[in-house]
Nanobody
Framework: QVQVVESGGGDIQAGGSLRLSCTVS????????VAWFRQAPGKEREAVSC????????YYRDSVKGRFTISRDNTKSTFYLQMNTLQPEDTAMYYC????????????????????WGQGTQVTVSS
């Protein structure tokens, strides 16, 4: 059974940085598409950033472009979300997800494509 464990959330002031990590086990990780989603209270879950298995395609939602960076280390079966210049509107529960099959482009990343999900890590940005 694929296991997905994320870490790295916390409380931070606006303008600060955090790095989220997501480690995957029991999966051929170099074949995995990976993604970060978030859900703020009272709002729907949304895609933040996604990366295809061959790093050929990455997606960022407009509000995080230039501030967040997704990356992966296949040797560690781990992927990351570096979040810089955090803003209060980035406050949410962040979830990592992975799947062998997913449609990822620079403009689209679909939640329904991702089969395995982490438990979520809270990011709270205060002004």
């Amino acid at each position: 059974q694929v296991q997905v464990v994320e870490s790295g959330g916390g409380d931070i002031q606006a303008g600060g940085s955090l790095r989220l990590s997501c480690t995957v086990s029991d999966m051929t990780f170099n074949l995995a598409n990976v993604a970060w989603f978030r859900q703020a209270p009272g709002k729907e879950r949304e895609a933040v950033s996604c990366m295809s298995r061959n790093v050929g395609y990455t997606y960022y939602r407009d509000s995080v472009k230039g501030r967040f960076t997704i990356s992966r280390d296949n040797t560690k079966s781990t992927f990351y979300l570096q979040m810089n210049t955090l803003q209060p509107e980035d406050t949410a529960m962040y979830y990592c997800a992975t799947s062998y099959g997913a449609t990822i482009s620079s403009t689209n990343c679909y939640q329904s494509d991702f089969r395995w999900w982490g438990q979520g890590t809270q990011v709270t940005v205060s002004s």
